[in-house]
């Protein structure tokens, strides 16, 4: 069963190539894309996504925020930022985990399949991941 993914993104293009990107990569499954908190929530609600992907900012919005939106109606998602300025001991709630901006799609890619399998030797996956894990 491929892995549900939501990106939420104000950049339309990049969040474009992204989800067409991931559309091609075998195990993921895009459910849609937001530019907008109120429409990542919106499909969060509809489609109860595996992982959503915010970006720092969204429209305007803090990335965080967007998240504790998403959080409100998709309790069991994995939210991971996706931020140029990563401090991944500084992962604060509700926030899982954090992916670097500049890394590589390949490295997103690997990211996100250790979430699934929740390996938390990757060091973007987050304090969340371990208590899911039973750590």
Do not use: K, Y
């Amino acid at each position: 069963m491929p892995q549900t993914v939501l990106l939420a993104d104000g950049n339309e293009r990049l969040a474009d190539v992204m989800a067409q990107l991931l559309a091609d990569e075998p195990g993921f499954r895009v459910i849609g894309i937001a530019h907008t908190c109120d429409r990542a929530v919106e499909l969060a609600t509809q489609h109860s996504p595996d992982v959503v992907l915010v970006s720092e900012e969204v429209a305007g919005e803090p990335g965080l925020e967007v998240c504790a939106a998403v959080r409100g109606v998709a309790r069991d998602a994995t939210l991971l930022m996706w931020s140029h300025d990563v401090d991944r001991d500084q992962v604060v709630q509700p926030v899982d985990g954090v992916l670097e901006r500049g890394s590589s799609f390949r490295e997103l890619v690997r990211s996100l399949r250790r979430v699934r399998r929740i390996d938390v030797t990757d060091a973007a996956v987050s304090r969340r991941a371990h208590t899911r894990a039973g750590s």
